[in-house]
Structures are given as structure tokens and as C-alpha cells.
């Protein structure tokens, strides 16, 4: 039996994101692996985005594009060469190693799936000096323990914003009870412009949640700037930063922090890391029209 496109890349939706590499079935029925991490260099840090999980979504316009028409959204996604009644997701959390501390931005789905590309990269979850969580979603907060509340990374500091920290602490949220709770004792936090370490600065990209943080890194001169979930696809966030997105918590800041990151980026060629772009998650911005234009990393930082 031959899959269709669509039961393809769905069927890739269950396979484990466990201790197994990251895969997903093709449309001949095959099981591609997906690749665990990438190193980039950026002065004197050693960048590594992970591959923590990957997974197929079915109707992408209920998340990304939720202002406009269904025709618009079709004729751009063929533009693009994208099907619009599906989309690749990509979870990705960066390690930063400065030479003398392991920092991690997020923690992925769960502890297996970090676990196992932090593996591969050459890290265990020991290694780990300073946990930084950007905002509480599920995606980036569930690897900090695991379903019986042992936590992943035993040796490390946490830093996360106030803001953020603050909100869900009142928010009654299952999964903030259970993985971030139990070690708010362990945390401490920062705002707008404070330093996790030197060399990596916080920077409010409030909207998507109520305290979400990007992070400049900074070495040797050259920077690099994380911005998370500030813009979540390469087409549909990025190339049209006003296009609404299910999952910005205030869509009217989501929509003008996209663009303030993106102009910044674009103007001072900086670039960018997105927790959901297409893995390895690196790449440049340009101006276009009234967008950007998203062009992914080959060999600029190796």
C-alpha cells in the first residue's frame, strides 16, 4: 500500500520522540532520520541547536494565518512550494557552551527527546551549568522533569523572566504545576536588558506569552540572536509577520515584536534562531515587500 502525502507525513506524528533519533515516514512508506543537532561558531561560543522533536500538524491555517482567507493562504503556501493542509513542526531547543558553562534555552518536549539529542551532541543532561526558560508553553518547559516530578538537569542553575515566571504562577496551569513549580525555588530571574552570563542578553519580545524573552549572544564581535517563538514558520510568521498565530497570547504585541525583531535582524544582519524553524533553525532575514524573506544558514557560522 502506497501513502498518501498527507497520511505520510501524519504517520511520522507517532513515532516515538524518545530515546530514537527524530524521524518521520516518507511518501514511498520509508523512515527518514532526521538529524539530533548542528554546531555553529560564533566567536568564542560553541552554538548547538537540537533537534529535540519533530511532528506533522493537519489544517496549519487554525494556527498561522488566522486573519486571512483561506485563498490567500493557499496561494501563498503554493507560492512558497508549502501544501497548506499540512505543516512539518520543528522543537528546538540551543545549547551555548561559553568554554566554561553549558547553557541551555529550553528543554523541549520531554527529557527523553532532549536527552537523546544532547547526547548526541556530546553533552549529558549533568553537563548542564544554567537551564534558561524563554516562556512556559509546554514545548519548551517539558523537559525539565519527567511524569513522576524526578528533574532532568540536577546540576543546573535556572534563569527565567520575572514576567513570565510571575503569570503562570497565577495562571493554575497543569503543566507549569508540574514541571516548573517544584523547582521554583531553584530559579532566579531577570528582566528586559539583564545578563544571564556575559555575553548573552535577555531582551522582551513580550506577546506570545505575557513575559516571552529573546537572548542576544555576543562573541568576538559577532552576535547571533535567539528569538524563539517570536515568529514561528519561515512563510507564514516571518514573511508575513502581521498574519495572527494561534498561539500568541496577545496578538497585537506578537504581531509588532515579530516585526521589531525582524527589521532588527534584517537591518543589522544578525542571525536568528527559531525554536520552530526548519531544523537546524538557523538562518538570515531580508526585506521584501511588507515582509521579510527568510534565507536558512549553509555555512556562514561553521
Known sequence: MKLTRRQALMSGATLPMA???PSFVQADGHVAALPTHRDFTLGDFKVTTLLAGSRAVEEPQGIFGMNVDAQTFSDVSAANFI??????????PTVVNTGSEVI????G???AGTGAALNAA????????HVVITHMHGDHIGGLADDSGAETFTNAAYVTGQVEFDHWAGAENE???????PLAEKFSFIGDGDAVRPGITAVAAFGHTPGHMGYMLE?????LFLMIDAANHYVWSVAYPDWEVR???DKAAAAATRRSILDMAAADKVPLIGYHMPFPGLGFVETREDGFRYIPHSYQLI
Open 109 to 111: 518536549l520531554n527529557p
Open 175 to 181: 503543566n507549569f504545576e508540574a514541571k516548573v513549580r
Open 122 to 129: 556530546g553533552y549529558t543532561t549533568d553537563d548542564v551549568t
Open 104 to 107: 541551555l534555552f529550553d528543554t
Open 247 to 249: 498561539f500568541d497570547m
Open 83 to 92: 501544501p497548506d493542509d499540512v505543516a512539518q513542526f520543528f522543537f528546538t
Open 219 to 223: 562573541s568576538g564581535g559577532k552576535q
Open 19 to 21: 530515546a530514537s533519533l
